[in-house]
């Protein structure tokens, strides 16, 4: 057991690092004020590989382990939470899907696009009526000769807004499947974007499609395998969220600690005081605990192991924690904390989203208790 | 004892969760949106006595003492937390100081006008290094003549730049401290030299306005001092404790709501072939929201009942404010799970919610003051001293 990075992962944890914090931290206000997606800061991204991060060297990707995956997002997410969303979705949610289940054909024609800054990836699986219970999504693809028709609408299609290409989830003939889809496919509409509570430079957008025809070649993987698919993403997401709430929840101490010292009451720095004290090593646990759980996912999935019940664990943990630990170290700021010009306003909106996104923490609760009963030989139902 | 609230606040109750469903909710989402309560809307309450609900019919309130006010705090708490808040520094501080310590003519020149919600009330304590730890305030307030001349800056003030008069608390002898040498004055807010500076962008409440206020040789008569010269840290202390039995009820209320909310969405709201309702993990969290608000609103209706009866009541007012804003941070973050992504949207107003209560567990004295108030006040007995 050897935890320490090795000599590429530190290089690259550098770089990420050293990128975030002069390129995008700057701008995490304005992100969430103006409430546009942080274009510009995206194609800067481009170069550092961002866009690319779990492509193949072979195809001209970084060609990242899962962990050094990690890492990137913890960077990006101690940067701007919206930032951090944003790439994330494009990498676990569409880029990973189609590198392992694409193609030769596939991959030749959209990865490319995809890690060079062409092409946002974006996940359309939720529907109105579909949420936690995605099985029971009713977009319809019914096959016409070479082609599938689509029919239906998704909600709450992170990226929606500025993707060049969907993974959509439909129902066929087989069952549940993936298709990709290009935006412009005549009878594929985006529409409303949400307003939200946090993670405000993120695009969530409604899609409609109204007959809309994809051609049976961008079908990803066989019929029916539209779930199995829609599952190994999620659990890159999850993990991934997991390293976002940790680089969060970082950013959220350091400005905390920062605060604490500056702020003389009672003649002291509040960092004086007991209950600060304590507020701040509670976060400091917090943090290292969801560190430990982020890494040692990674490492199942960099050693090609399941990790899917420990995705869903990690990602249950990350997201109230790191709701906890923003939350105390709001209060450690007091008055200040709720405004607007400091940057744990933001962040406390934004890890709200975690306990919500990628499944619900109720989800996970129901997923990783599936593991253990199905272990004892018992299915248990949501 | 009796727990059933007598005939006339039951109706009282009735009237004002009339107004607040027809005149206030359906203004709530534009409150938030548009970062205002509408002035309308506060000439609407004052020509309804709302404004001056727990002072005496004498001095132009309604009576309704503590009880009273905290049926009001609940009902507002219920729809729109910025109005609760645009009323609660009006009633609760601002006019509530004037109400304990004020001399009677300070009461028909000041407290009968805010009573009648004529005139809109602000209280000024918190400045920028001086927010938890009150005495280290910078103001000053120097005799000159039969005059006094304020001069610093307060921040945080709420309705700072809507309010007529507003109570400023400033040093007037440093060497004193803060027994003796703080002094609370009553200013008009139309004086020369009272201007706001800047007003806060904030996560919630944005209806209510958190002002900057500027006093720039700002002269007040000696008529004005507020309470004994020398002692505003007693006269803000004894309003803020009683302000803070009103507070557990805003709380009291918008827990309520998001509990009330949560049981009509999961029952709509369908998975896996059946209503979320159905579900344990939701049956849970709104049982703990139960539990959560039965609680509260016994400690809420108890100290208000302590209150209105004269008794010691300082720890009771601290524990509504301490307990209530969590309450209302645990009822409005459980809300917005039962919501789901809808939960997580601003065409919401579980969204709203959730964002508003969280200043409630910060301003009046953050809950680790209020756990300060709590020791201090349980050690005493003990000859322990709580040092802040």
């Not at chain 1, 659990?235 to 003389?264: K, T, W």
């Not at chain 1, 249950?316 to 007091?334: D, M, R, S």
């Not at chain 2, 002035?39 to 727990?54: D, I, T």
Request: hydrophobic residues 40%; negative net charge.
């Amino acid at each position: 057991m050897d935890l320490r990075l090795s000599e590429d992962q530190s290089m690259f944890k550098r770089m990420f690092a050293d990128f975030c914090a002069k390129e995008i931290r700057p701008h995490g206000e304005h992100i969430d004020q103006a409430e546009e997606p942080p274009v510009e800061l995206l194609n800067k991204a481009v170069d550092q590989g961002f866009w690319a991060a779990l492509v193949p060297e072979t195809m001209d990707g970084c060609g990242l382990d899962v962990y050094t995956y990690t890492l990137m997002l913890e960077e990006i997410g101690r940067a701007d939470m919206s930032t951090a969303v944003t790439l994330a979705m494009h990498n676990s949610l569409v880029v990973k899907p189609l590198l392992d289940h694409g193609t030769g054909e596939q991959r030749d024609r959209f990865v490319a696009g995809l890690a060079m800054g062409e092409l946002l990836g974006a996940f359309a699986l939720t529907e109105p009526g579909a949420g936690s219970d995605a099985a029971s999504l009713r977009t319809a693809a019914v096959r016409d000769g070479d082609s599938y028709r689509l029919t239906g609408s998704k909600v709450w299609v992170g990226n929606g807004g500025l993707a060049g290409l969907f993974l959509v989830f439909a129902r066929s003939a087989g069952g549940i499947t993936a298709f990709l889809v290009e935006r412009g496919t005549r009878g594929l509409t985006v529409g409303y974007r949400e307003k939200t509570l946090g993670l405000r430079g993120v695009s969530f957008n409604t899609l409609y499609f109204d007959d809309a025809c994809v051609p049976a070649d961008q079908r990803l993987g066989e019929e029916g395998k539209g779930l199995d698919i829609a599952q190994q993403a999620l659990n890159y997401s999850r993990l991934g969220l997991g390293a976002i709430a940790l680089g969060a929840c970082e950013r959220s101490l350091e400005e905390a600690v920062r605060f604490s010292m500056d702020h003389i009451q009672f003649s002291v720095p509040i960092a004086q005081k007991q209950i600060i004290q304590n507020y701040v090593a509670n976060a400091k646990v917090s943090i290292e605990a969801m560190r430990g759980l982020v890494t040692h996912t990674a490492w199942l999935a960099d050693t090609g192991q399941d990790f899917s019940q420990h995705a869903s664990i990690t990602k249950l943990f990350a997201g109230h924690t790191a709701f906890e630990v923003t939350n105390k170290l709001l209060q450690v700021h007091g008055g200040y904390g709720y405004m607007k010009e400091y940057a744990i306003e933001r962040y406390y909106r934004d890890c709200r989203a975690l306990e919500i996104i990628a499944g619900t923490s109720q989800i996970q609760q129901y997923l990783i208790a599936r593991h253990i009963y199905r272990a004892e030989g018992l299915e248990i139902r949501p | 004892m009796d727990f059933s609230f007598p005939k006339e606040y039951q109706l009282f109750r009735r009237v004002v969760r009339e107004i607040c469903d027809t005149e206030i909710k359906p203004l709530a989402k534009k409150i938030d949106r548009e970062h205002e309560v509408p002035s309308e809307l506060v000439r609407k309450l004052a020509s309804l006595g709302l404004m001056g609900v727990p002072f005496p019919q004498t001095y132009g309130g309604m009576g309704g003492g503590e009880t009273g006010y905290c049926i009001l705090a609940e009902e507002l708490g219920r729809v729109c937390s910025s109005t609760t808040t645009v009323v609660g520094a009006h009633i609760g501080i601002a006019a509530m100081s004037i109400h304990l310590d004020g001399t009677e003519r300070q009461k028909q020149k000041y407290l009968i006008p805010l009573a009648q919600g004529k005139h809109i009330g602000a209280f000024g304590l918190t400045e920028a290094a001086a927010g938890s730890d009150a005495a280290a305030i910078k103001t000053t307030a120097v005799r000159d003549g039969n005059e006094f001349v304020i001069n610093g800056t307060k921040v945080f003030i709420t309705n700072g730049d809507i309010a007529d008069t507003i109570v400023i608390m400033a040093v007037t002898d440093s060497s004193l401290g803060a027994y003796g040498g703080i002094t609370a004055f009553i200013v008009e807010t139309a004086s020369p030299g009272f201007s706001i500076g800047s007003l806060e962008n904030k996560m919630g409440i944005r209806g209510s306005s958190t002002a900057e206020c500027v006093l720039q040789d700002v002269r007040v008569p000696k008529e004005n001092v507020l309470g004994r010269f020398g002692a505003g840290f007693l006269t803000f202390m004894k309003s803020l404790d009683i302000g803070r039995a009103s507070l557990g009820a805003g709380c009291l209320g918008g827990a309520q709501a998001a509990m009330e909310a949560s049981i009509a969405w999961s029952k709509l709201r369908e998975q896996f072939g059946v209503p979320v309702a159905t579900k344990q993990a939701v049956h849970f969290m709104i049982s703990e929201m139960f539990v959560d608000i039965e609680a509260l609103r016994s400690l809420v209706y108890r100290t208000a009942w302590l209150i209105d009866t004269h008794q010691p009541h300082i720890m009771e007012a601290a524990a509504c404010k301490l307990f209530g804003s969590e309450v209302a941070g645990r009822c409005s973050n459980k809300a917005l799970q039962i919501h789901g992504a809808l939960g997580y949207s601003r065409d919401c107003e579980i969204e709203r919610g959730w964002r508003d209560q969280r200043i409630t567990e910060i301003y009046e004295g953050t809950n680790e003051i209020q756990r300060i108030v709590i020791a201090a006040n349980l050690f005493r007995p003990y000859g322990v001293r709580i040092p802040t």
